[in-house]
């Protein structure tokens, strides 16, 4: 079969060879390996190495086994620095406060500056 036949076509009719030799068969990729010399014009043509064939099988089990663990140990990671990070400061903050605060002395200041519709000031 003539190359220039095969590649032969409005987008390549500049050159013969222009078109990637990955797309011509193992026959001829020899041949248009080439580099081609054309009317003060010269093209040069990639590698002639075939692409390597896709894992079409066992590719959702191959990512899970590499990704699984790795998810696993990022997320009990960032609940431990949730825990350590938030909610153990929060509690101690909450304690700290709870240790001074006086509900009584609260009620009778809010009473005092009248918010109570309820409860009158103890002056009136």
Do not use: W
Not at 61 to 86: D, E, M, T
């Amino acid at each position: 079969m003539d190359v220039s036949r095969v590649l032969d076509g409005p987008l390549y009719s500049d050159c013969p060879f222009a078109r990637p030799v990955v797309f011509l068969p193992k026959d001829q990729r020899l041949r248009a390996a080439l580099t081609y010399f054309g009317e003060g014009r010269e093209f040069f043509l990639y590698s002639t190495m075939s692409l390597a064939k896709p894992a079409m099988r066992g590719l959702l089990g191959k990512r899970l086994r590499f990704h699984l663990p790795i998810a696993f140990a990022l997320s009990l990671v960032a609940a431990a620095a949730f825990k350590y990070g938030v909610t153990e400061p929060r509690k101690q903050a909450y304690a700290d406060f709870y240790k001074q605060y006086d509900a009584t002395k609260e009620f009778n200041n809010m009473r005092e500056a009248g918010i109570f519709e309820s409860v009158r000031p103890t002056g009136k």
